[in-house]
Each structure stands twice: as C-alpha cells, then as structure tokens.
C-alpha cells in the first residue's frame, strides 16, 4: 500500500468550514458565558463542542494500489451484500454492498476507484433510520454515475433518521481518484457502492464487519 498524498483539506474546504466555525465558535462563547453562571455546565458545553468537532474529523488513510480493486466508500458497517437482478443504469444485473455510519464513524466519503464522474442528482425522499432494510430505497439520497476503467459504478449517499444533510459538490466532468474524497452526511447515514456484471467481481468483505473509506478493499475483480 502506499499513503496517498493529501490536499490541506480541513477545517479550510467546502466540507469542514462551514460545520466547523459554527461550531467552534458557539461553544466558545457558551463556555465563557457559563464559567461565569455556572461552571459545571461550562464543562458539559465544552465536551459536547469536542464531540461534534471530533464528528467532522479527517484521517489520513492508506490507499491501495494493486490494479482491480473498489476500496470502501465509507467508514462503518457492512449492513447488505445484495445481488440486483437488473439495474436500469446498467441494463442487466448489480452487484451491491450497503455501509452503515453511525455518529461515531468518520462521515467523510471516498471514492471507491479512479473515474470520471458522468452524474450526481439528488433525490427527495423520507427519513428512515439508516439501519432500515428500505431506508436505501425510501429515503433521500444523492448518486453518483462513475466512468472508471471498470466501467460504471455508482455510489449512493443516503440520509438517516438524524443525518438530513449530504454534502456532494461533484459536477459532470469532475475526475476522482481512488480513495479521494468527495462529500460527506452529517449524524449516522448509509452509503451504497453497487456495480454491474456480479459475476465478474469477488467480495472480499461479509456482513457485520467493519470498514474504513479508502483503505478497506471491497470488491477484486476476478
């Protein structure tokens, strides 16, 4: 594996500024305002301003570099490795892999392989806790259509009971690479990585188990 070089990217970036500063700076003027009320509360605003920074957190991660792999698009939990009989986008069968986020997990996504971005449109939709078995179908969602040198791919942002904000600032034409980032969902939410021909891709990941975006391998290609 190889550490893959990374842009300054937070608290300074479309992702981490916005969520950041608010945060940092209310919990500041909490805190002082407090320690002069009540101090034990002080600490308690304190904490709870260190968890939500702690939130927007972004590790460095080892990206790997063998040919013929999709690396996770998210932090957290296998939930579904499912094959799809037929996917219109592809025009034959899926294959798809669900990853859950809960508000401990790094919510910043990556992308699972190299491509071109060909779409990514947002749709409405409800607000199923992201453990749901429909949430994937039922609740709003932003997909991405990746050009890679496997063909299409598409990954899926999709919000939870808590998490109603994605963040996905790609545009027709941009170029990923593997393991770069590319948006995020605020508070515990799903991601979705799904590509055609399942016969042509070994899983190398199960159920119930744990994965890191951008350095946990998902698929080989056979």
Sequence with gaps: MKI??????????????????????????????????????????????????????????????????????ADGKVTEITRLERLEEFGGPALKIGIFLSVLDVHINRSPSDGVVESAEFTPGEFLDARHPESGMRNQATKIVLKSGSGKLIVRQVVGAIARRIICPLEPGDRLERGERFGMIAFGSRTELIVPEPEAWRVVVQTGQMVKAGSSVLLRRI
């Design 4 to 73: 893959k070089k990374q842009k300054f990217w937070l608290p300074l970036s479309i992702f981490g500024w916005p969520f950041w500063l608010p945060i940092l700076l209310t919990g500041l003027i909490l805190i002082l305002t407090l320690s002069i009320l009540y101090v034990p509360l002080a600490w308690l605003i304190g904490i709870v301003t260190l968890l939500c920074l702690a939130f927007f957190r972004d590790p460095i991660r080892k990206i790997p570099n063998e040919p013929d792999v999709m690396v996770a698009p």
